[in-house]
């Protein structure tokens, strides 16, 4: 199969579920009294004014980043073959446990930045390390144990909230942590957006975006330049094989779901470090669970999963206006969930095509007659002889070809390749 074959499956998934959603978004808005092209005009009006469309775009953005992050958070999980449901708790706690660290020390700006971060990180890790020794000790699913530790952690965070690292006076209407020094605010990046000719806006840009966008960077390069990245992957495809070719399956499960949990841990720090700097009762819940949807969306690539990010932020901007338009804002929710729904179907479609297609691909395939130079030998083999001998047949067998149709080496020793 070509590259642009395989760009164009890959790329057929999310067209497709994007096309499905709309469509059913439209029937469900055409239903309920409304007209579906007046619903489409006002999700894309960004306003009149230059500083009202700049502003528009900052809020895209800022709601953008932390679901870049939490679909980041499942997708290390998922390609391992782990469903890590606990993304929710681990971000709520690690962001009240950071806000309430980083209101009790006063360090340089930079080294305040950092200790904040690293706390998030840690306690995010240390949440979901729960879930992997659970797993690799006790054999409890995922899936269950960090449902569960979601409650749990919400829990501990409404009582450290209300208790242990409460800054708020009795009585006030909004229970918050004390706030964090100046010096642990994280600087907006309005001045980048002014320096491209864009209007002011109201608010600031979190500047959290070059830190989502780093952390992006390196997941990619950790999944696919990287030995570790090799393993995850094979231990997600097939953990029987993994383990034979000298994987430890238990530890890359334990790896995988540290490196889950610190990342989910960055999730509320754009909001934390860039506007409120406080960790209160109107602190932004639900970012885990949508970024299993994003994940989705994007196919657990870093790439996708930034475009998944940029269309639910668009649709959860586009509520507001919605409601001034008298249209329901339950239709972003709506979409939202047909999304979700059609990517999982298109993309078992395009998996079961991709499938099809290597399967009439190899019954097609003839026969290679062992030449010496095409892994024909007197027997079939499998792979290099352990004592790292040379690969090439004598040039009087049959050659064998692998499951993707290319020709397999053989062992250039007499009779069957070990």
Avoid: C
Wanted: aromatic residues 6%; charged residues 10%.
């Amino acid at each position: 199969m070509t590259a642009l074959r395989r760009l164009g499956l890959s790329l057929m998934a999310p067209a497709i579920a994007l096309v499905v959603a709309l469509a059913l978004s439209a029937a469900v808005i055409a239903l309920i009294g409304q007209n579906p092209v007046t619903a489409v005009r006002v999700m894309f009006d960004f306003g009149d004014s230059p500083a009202q469309q700049t502003q528009a775009i900052v809020l895209v953005l800022n709601r953008a980043v932390p679901l870049f992050l939490a679909g980041l958070a499942v997708s290390v999980a998922f390609r391992m073959g782990l469903f890590n449901i606990g993304v929710e708790g681990q971000y709520r706690i690690a962001t009240v446990l950071a806000a309430g660290a980083g209101a009790a020390v006063v360090l340089p700006g930079p080294l305040h930045l950092l200790f904040i971060i690293v706390v998030a990180m840690a306690v995010g890790a240390f949440w979901a390390g729960i879930v992997a020794v659970l797993k690799v000790t006790r054999g409890v699913s995922e899936v269950i144990s960090s449902i569960m530790l979601n409650f749990i952690a919400l829990g501990l965070a409404s009582y450290l909230l209300t208790g242990p690292l409460r800054g708020s006076p009795e009585g006030a209407s909004i229970i918050t942590t004390s706030e964090i020094p100046e010096s642990g605010w994280f600087p907006g990046l309005n001045g980048v957006l002014t320096g491209l000719g864009l209007a002011e806006p109201r608010s600031d840009l979190y500047g959290f975006l070059v830190v989502a966008i780093v952390v992006g960077v390196v997941v990619a390069v950790l999944i696919k330049r990287t030995r570790f990245g090799f393993d995850l992957r094979a231990t997600g495809m097939s953990p029987s094989a993994a383990t034979a070719s000298g994987v430890d399956a238990r530890r890359m499960v334990l790896k995988t779901m540290l490196i889950s949990g610190a990342i989910a841990g960055l999730i509320g720090l754009p909001e934390l470090l860039g506007d409120a700097h406080d960790y209160n009762t109107e602190f932004t819940a639900g970012l885990g669970f949508l970024g299993i949807a994003v994940a989705l969306l994007g196919r657990n690539s870093p790439l996708g999963i930034a475009f998944g990010a940029l269309l639910f932020a668009f649709l959860d901007r586009a509520a507001i206006p919605l409601q001034f338009a008298d249209i329901p804002a339950s239709v972003v929710t709506i979409i939202q969930g047909t999304i979700v729904l059609a990517v999982v179907v298109a993309n078992e479609i395009a998996r079961r095509v991709t499938r099809q297609q290597a399967e009439r691909g190899n019954a097609v395939a003839p026969p290679t007659s062992g030449d010496g130079s095409t892994g024909g030998g007197q027997g079939p083999g499998d792979g290099p002889p352990p004592d790292g001998g040379p690969t090439t047949g004598t040039g009087t067998g049959v050659g064998v070809r692998n499951a993707s149709g290319e020709p397999g080496r053989t062992d250039s020793r007499q009779g069957a390749g070990a």
